[in-house]
């Protein structure tokens, strides 16, 4: 055969990925890539973590691959503290799309975490949207910050949301992000946290280090989805909610375990460390739950769908 | 201070790394980096390894960093072993800089295993030409592949070379490099096992499994550099021939313990697993040698080098 000549890769900038990376590609990406997960169909290895103290940063290097996809990712992604003291981002990085099939570098996606913030709104849209009662109306949003906002956006697409509640500590934020959220024909308003805990359904988005609702403001019926508990020392929802739920879905069960609110919940005795089933086996089918049922789905972010996503814009038409 | 845009990061394709990237400036930034690994002061985690069995592939991320340098990388290389088949190469990959002070990614440098290429080479020769005798007159190189021409081509620029001798399993191989040495204004001549073993500068280059060569061949005053030698299966340099030497060096004390030749040697019980000095204390002053010494170098490939020579390519006024 004759020999190819290798071509360097090309780098794709925001304004391409946003013209690839319609909503629809980025959910069925995101749910086929959770469903995978569930199945045991993803290669995850443990990240490469520089420090560098003297600059307060940081720099993590994670790779991801939905076994059988045709490519692989390995993102970089870098957060310096001291950044916007000079004018600059906290955050920097790119993904590098790499073929599963013969190595080759197949394109660098300069998203600058665009993908990172989709995927994780798309996995919360389709957890709150396939666990929530098909009546429920209301959405309660905890946060005023880039996923508050692309979580309430996400879900509105997948289904009608009467009413929207912004809960946040500065109300100015939330009246701004109140206002953004009646721009796209959305009913919004600021809300108190015993009010916003009592919607239909429930996202938290926050950096919270202690819970930011109280359990028994969760409603019967109602559905609660955790976005912002990251790492060890992070809390959203208190360990009682666990207590009184139905039905805990997680992303990924280790990572829930280890540095999520369930893990929280499973250390402070309110569940078992085996109470929660995959988020992805809740998207194959319609679930069954009962109406007064309280539902929670606690997501610590899975590395594979960043390949999921970043294959799938790839596989677009060059934009 | 006003925000500043961030830019799109520059891919440097490989015309464009060869003007940056003199011999002068590769074998000073690897030298600098070595001297500073022997000291410490270099940051080299763990890689990220993910395999691809059905297609025979794997990939390794490895990130580098010297202490205090402006820069670090993320280094990106598979290993794809069915591509010659399909008329691709075997390797590719490529090497992100990042700013150490911001995080930003400051260029994808497309170097198609160019800079490993050469910074393998340049520390092979900083090696040799450091612990060589000054009067040393011939040069022996074992292996007929990239490697073994850079080894020579880099030594040669660091000193007199009165003769080269090319020990390859293929004649037609050895010949053929030979005539390339010659073009470059070397005197080289394919020569047996034997008789190359008896050079005054011993390099091997080789991805052997057992030896390449005696230790009874290596005469009094000679020295030896082990370059193929970085997985624990391979074995290029005999354990008595450590048993011999007056002075061993390693590149990485842990590495060449592991995956060296060095390893194989102490786990012999040739020599003890504290005989090595760093390399890169070697390269600070000149070393006193006895005239009748032999002296090794085991070098399995130091990543913080990787950081070391993308950071200096950078620095060069852009091509």
Redo the contacts between chains.
Sequence with gaps: ????E?V??P?L?TAAIRRAATPELVLTAVRDALIAHAHGRT?V??????R?P??D?D?H?K?G?VT?APD?T?K?A???YR?P?????T????V?V?S??????RA?L?D?GLLTAWRTAAAGALATHAMARPDAATLAVFGTGEQARLQVEWLARLRPVDTVLVHGRSPERARSLCEAFDALGLHARPAAAEEAAAADMVVTTTPAAAPVLRAEHVRAGAHVTGIGTDMPHKNELPAALFARAALIATDDHQQCLDHGDFGHAVRAGATTGTSDTPLGLLLERPIERPDGAITVADLTGVGALDAALASAVLREPAP
């Design positions: 055969m004759a020999a190819r290798p360097t890769p780098v900038d290669t290895p443990p990240p490469v973590h520089l560098f003297d600059a940063g720099c290097v790779a691959w059988d692989f390995v970089i870098t957060g310096f950044n003291a000079a004018g600059l981002p955050n920097h990085g790119l590098c790499v599963a099939r013969t190595g080759e570098i660098i300069d600058r």
